[in-house]
């Protein structure tokens, strides 16, 4: 077995582990390993054959990581997460809102929620309401 054979393997376990851990770290030491095994192949000596795999995975970090992690979490940037995520969403009331009453409860996602009327009104069972605030656990609705 010649030595572009285990930069080539090395290589292959790093994109294997980078499918586990997805955070495209692991991917740019295989972009180095990579390098190394075309450097082997080339009849690079030993040295030769680490500076490349340095070289590739230092700008593999520096530039293709942050591109490969743009573009695969776009969707995850300033989205709402927890509690905050549940402003401007539809719910619809499972239980009659009265603020004489204190009482008065909301389904958003099938997920049971303290409710109160932002105007204070009385909301009725069934309505479809907006999210429009998130105090502690309890949201603050209007009608649609």
């Given at each position: 077995m010649e030595i572009w054979h285990i930069w080539v393997i090395v290589a292959l376990v790093l994109v294997v582990v980078e499918i586990f851990t997805q955070g495209f770290a692991v991917l740019c030491l295989a972009f180095g390993?990579?390098?190394?095994?075309?450097?082997a192949?080339?009849?690079a000596?030993?040295?030769?054959?680490?500076i490349w795999f340095s070289?590739?995975?230092?700008?593999?970090?520096?530039l293709v990581r942050p591109m490969l992690l743009k573009f695969f979490r776009k969707g995850r940037a300033g989205r709402e997460s927890g509690t905050a995520?549940?402003?401007g969403r539809e719910a619809v009331v499972s239980e009659?809102?009265?603020?004489?009453?204190?009482?008065g409860r909301v389904a958003?996602?099938?997920d049971d929620w303290k409710a109160v009327s932002a105007d204070g009104s009385v909301i009725e069972k069934g309505t479809?309401?907006?999210v429009l605030e998130v105090d502690s656990v309890i949201l603050k609705v209007t009608s649609k």
């Open positions: 390993a990579g390098a190394a095994a075309i450097a192949a080339c009849s000596e030993l040295t030769g054959q680490l070289v590739v995975t230092l700008i593999s970090f520096v995520a549940l402003k009659r809102i009265s603020v004489a009453d204190n009482t958003v996602d099938g479809r309401v907006t």
